[in-house]
């Protein structure tokens, strides 16, 4: 079985400070890791992705095996970047499309 | 490139009756999907297709039913609607090409069964 966690429903930070979303995850494969946002009035959409190392507006996250996690961080936030953040896995395989996601964190950026 | 469609967006029920959510995409993909969307409780995935014909049980499967006659269609369908089905509900369409992984998602049907 495939599960995600986040353990902060809401998260609270202000303008230019650091901040982390937690993510942990419990998959038996390798997994894929990915972070979903849904800013207000938007569609849910894709921000990032473990296997591109990409970073997506100022985000990294980094997908760790040994503690299971994948925290998604970005040094200087932004009012912008409130939105409710949603981590999900994806198990390893060809014909697994299926995404596990967790139930998500709400980011407010306060000025 | 309309990407995915869902209506209706808003929709009030009395419990007992049942519904149609459409869903389509234009994007040719094989893979689509419903999830629920509830407070505290994320997304949870319904049913889903990996192609015309095919359908899966997800995570929340009772009192929703799914077909796939098309590669475009993806329509839920509530038999009997109860007020624990009051969600916000997404489709979501992605390609076969597993290795980008990127789903891309409808703009919700906020249901409301009373």
């Not at chain 1, 296997?51 to 009012?79: C, M, V, W, Y």
């Amino acid at each position: 079985a495939q599960r995600v966690t986040q353990p902060e429903k809401l998260l609270s930070v202000f303008k230019g400070a650091p901040v982390e979303l937690k993510c942990n995850y419990s998959y038996s494969g390798s997994p894929e890791l990915f972070w979903y946002v849904q800013y207000s009035r938007q569609r849910l959409q894709l921000l990032l992705r473990h296997i591109s190392r990409e970073s997506i507006k100022g985000f990294t996250a980094d997908l760790n095996k040994g503690e299971t996690s994948f925290h998604l961080k970005k040094p200087f936030a932004q009012e912008e970047d409130s939105a409710m953040y949603y981590c999900a896995l994806r198990g390893s395989g060809g014909s697994n499309y299926k995404l596990t996601f967790g139930k998500g964190t709400l980011l407010t950026v306060n000025p | 490139n309309a990407g995915v469609t869902q209506t209706p967006k808003f929709q009030v029920l009395k419990t007992g009756q049942s519904m149609t959510l459409q869903c389509a995409q234009d994007m040719n993909h094989e893979y689509m999907s419903w999830y629920r969307q509830d407070p505290g409780m994320g997304l949870r995935l319904i049913h889903y297709s990996v192609g015309a014909g095919i359908t899966d049980q997800g995570e929340v499967p009772n009192g929703y039913n799914v077909s796939r006659s098309t590669t475009e269609d993806f329509p839920l369908r509530l038999l009997s609607a109860a007020p624990s089905q009051t969600s916000v509900y997404f489709c979501a369409s992605s390609s076969r090409d597993y290795t980008t992984g990127e789903l891309f998602f409808g703009e919700g049907s906020r249901l409301t069964v009373l």
